[in-house]
């Protein structure tokens, strides 16, 4: 007898203390100040309601604030991944606030953009941007905000992977691809601008050689890899005029044959018969790739004043948010081709055309064409660099960053 009430209370001991144990690390997990609360949850708090507002997080609206830990990266610093032409501080820009604010969308909070937590969550992964030059801005922004601007030997370039090889004679390959061995996390980009299947017509003509662009028919890169990819990134929009598709030789194409009609011969008709096109396609091979998250990037803003890039053109502006801070209201995008095409699909609208309507100060307008190499010049003579007059690209870091976090915010 004596026996077995001694095992009662030695199993009652053991229950109190097991609950005491339970009790001690329950608290220590709800510690603000206990770093594994932070891993576990990091990623759920990173997007959480706001506390001051119930609706539903809306990304597209909301307002720029100031925030002194911008920019994310070094524009100086990271040569490894931005061309020169759109790093701004390498370029002799000599004005950086605009570097200097963040996205607060409605409804939600983003907290600073942490490299190591975007590469833990994307391990495994691949992220595929698919569209044009400025396209090229938001992955190159992508690779400084992944490596933190810091040069990095060990990332790998995986390009002939996928066939972004450069081809003799080339100035350069159709894209690029990079991996980040910590996280077996890959990050590519290819060069579509009208997110249409280029095929040329006649290689024994002689030049200009003419190019099918088959409006109804998506890149046959995206056809090929489509399944390798578990985030896509598309954008079309500033190639579609007069001049690049016949500056490229390119012939409109459906259904196999030449574009005869007068509908789509209108520039403004193929663009949108396009854009429909390639999200039809898209939407239907979804169900076949579970995994995929796929984005639609609305067009970014051109801010040309007083002309064209041509025509004398400008956007001198160098103060922040002269145009205002907030974007509000309940209507749709300003991109309706793009929210048109998307509406009632599996494909994700990333909608930053009006946010960035805002920053015309951020664009490399403003910035010095450095030579390559420097020119002899005479002791009467002084050699300048010309400006550059671009209003449609911005300086990196910049407004791209923004994009990058929206869509990660929504993965």
């Known amino acids: ?6 095992s009662y209370l030695l199993r009652g001991s053991v229950s109190v203390a097991f609950v005491i144990l339970i009790l ?3 608290t220590l997990l709800v510690s603000e100040e206990n770093p594994l609360r932070a891993s576990l949850f990091d990623v759920k708090l990173q997007f959480s309601p706001s506390s001051s507002s119930s609706s539903v997080c809306n990304f597209a609206k909301g307002k ?16 490894q991944w931005l061309s020169s032409m759109w ?11 605009f570097e200097g604010y963040r996205w ?21 992964k691949t992220i595929a941007f698919i569209g044009d030059s400025l396209g090229r801005q938001q992955f190159q922004s992508l690779m400084c905000m992944a490596s933190g601007g810091e040069d990095s030997p060990e990332v790998q370039n995986v390009g002939w992977e996928y066939g972004l090889v450069k081809p003799k ?12 061995p910590s996280t077996n996390t890959t990050i590519l980009y290819y060069w579509s601008a009208s997110l249409s299947d280029l095929v040329p017509m006649n290689n024994t003509d002689p030049p200009p050689r003419l190019t099918a662009m088959h409006l109804d028919r998506p890149p046959a890169f995206m056809r090929k890899y489509l399944h390798r990819f578990d985030v896509l990134v598309l954008n079309t929009g500033h190639h579609w005029n007069r001049g690049k598709i016949e500056g490229n030789h390119w012939v409109m194409h459906v259904n196999g044959t030449q574009v005869e009609g007068e509908f789509l011969k209108d520039i403004s008709h193929a663009k949108v018969f396009t854009i429909h096109s390639v999200v039809k396609w898209l939407d239907a091979q979804l169900p076949l790739h579970p995994r995929l998250k796929a984005f639609f990037r609305t067009i970014s803003p051109r801010h040309f004043r007083n002309g064209d890039w041509n025509t004398g053109g400008n956007c001198n502006n160098t103060v922040p948010l002269s145009r205002g801070s907030e ?12 929210e048109s095409a998307v509406n009632g699909t599996r494909i994700k609208i990333l909608d ?8 015309d100060e951020a664009h490399i307008s403003g910035s010095k064409l450095k030579p390559r190499k420097p020119k002899k010049v005479t002791s009467n003579v002084t050699s300048t660099a010309p400006t550059v007059n671009d209003c449609l690209h911005w300086c990196l870091p910049g407004i791209p960053d923004t994009w990058n976090e929206l869509f990660i915010a929504q993965i």
């Not at 974007?327 to 793009?338: L, Y």
């Open 24 to 26: 001690l690390m329950f």
């Open 87 to 97: 790093a701004c501080r390498v370029m002799g820009r000599p004005d950086f606030s």
């Open 327 to 338: 974007i509000t209201g309940d209507d749709g995008s300003v991109d309706t081709t793009v």
């Open 169 to 180: 004679g080339a100035l350069r390959p159709d894209g690029w691809a990079y991996r980040f």
């Open 104 to 124: 607060q969308p409605q409804g939600c909070n983003m907290p600073q953009f942490d490299r190591f937590t975007f590469l833990t969550r994307m391990q495994n």
């Open 352 to 359: 930053i055309t009006a946010l960035s309507e805002l920053r």
């Open 1 to 6: 007898m004596f026996g077995g009430g001694k």
């Open 64 to 79: 720029w604030v100031k925030d002194r830990k911008r920019p994310l990266y070094s524009g100086s610093e990271c040569k």
